[in-house]
């Protein structure tokens, strides 16, 4: 079945720290894919995103780059902040209308 | 441009009572409808989705049900809630009809069943 698999945290890093989050996937075809922040208390929002083999997402200084021979979308930045501080979730669609399949989350913390 | 609401933003109810969460969408028709739920140190779990008025897709069997009485209006129940039921449970919706289609999320319910 469909599924998707990232690395669990905390994560720990100091500011100005380059960071890499992995996130491989499991699914039939060519699912979208996706990365979702958390900030506590809050809902989830989309980061970016890729439709397409080789296609790369960005916002705020983040970067996704979809690998279809590795089924990898790792999340990569090249200097974090504290304000980066929270729970980063990696998705897959497969088109249609059921939903995403997300990963667990990876809680991320950025030390001053 | 769209937004969603989601109702109440925390909620403490005793094992046995009933529940009922609403999320209503804005500036857009016919979404496609999600409920997610988030228990502690897992990811999101997909319960009930729906394309259209009256239309609800279960995904895990359990407690809880869905229902979409308007176009932009989700609801999620539960005649009798069980300990596990506490999470956090988001709202999401998507364009209906239109193939990857991002979810955008509400911001959530923090339900504790005691």
């Known amino acids: 079945g469909n599924s998707v698999t990232q690395m669990e945290g905390p994560v720990t890093l100091s500011e100005e720290a380059f960071l890499t989050i992995n996130c491989t996937y499991t699914?039939?075809?060519?699912?979208?894919l996706f990365w979702y922040v958390q900030y506590p208390g809050e809902g989830l929002q989309l980061l970016l995103k890729?439709?397409?083999?080789?296609d790369k997402g960005s916002n705020k200084g983040f970067e996704a780059t979809y690998r279809k021979e590795t089924t990898s979308f790792h999340l990569e930045k090249g200097s974090v902040q504290v304000s980066d501080s929270a729970v980063y979730f990696c998705?897959?669609?497969?088109?249609?209308?059921?939903?995403?399949?997300f990963g667990k989350g990876t809680h991320l913390i950025i030390q001053p | 441009s769209q937004t969603i609401h989601q109702w109440p933003a925390t909620l403490v109810q005793p094992v046995g009572s009933p529940l009922s969460l609403e999320c209503t969408v804005e500036?857009?028709?016919?979404?496609?409808l999600y409920w997610y739920r988030q228990a502690a140190g897992r990811g999101l779990q997909l319960l009930f989705y729906?394309?259209?008025?009256?239309?609800i897709s279960s995904e895990v069997p359990q407690n809880l049900s869905a229902s979409r009485p308007q176009d932009r209006q989700f609801i999620l129940s539960s005649k009798k809630l069980l300990l596990s039921d506490s999470g956090f449970y988001l709202c999401?919706?998507?364009?209906?009809?239109?193939?990857?289609?991002?979810?955008?999320f509400g911001n959530g319910t923090r339900l504790t069943v005691t």
């Open positions: 890729a439709t397409k083999a080789d």
């Open positions: 699914a039939t075809g060519y699912p979208s």
């Open positions: 500036g857009t028709s016919n979404p496609n």
């Open positions: 998705a897959h669609q497969g088109g249609g209308a059921d939903g995403l399949t």
């Open positions: 729906s394309v259209g008025i009256g239309q």
């Open positions: 999401a919706w998507s364009v209906g009809q239109v193939d990857n289609s991002p979810l955008h």
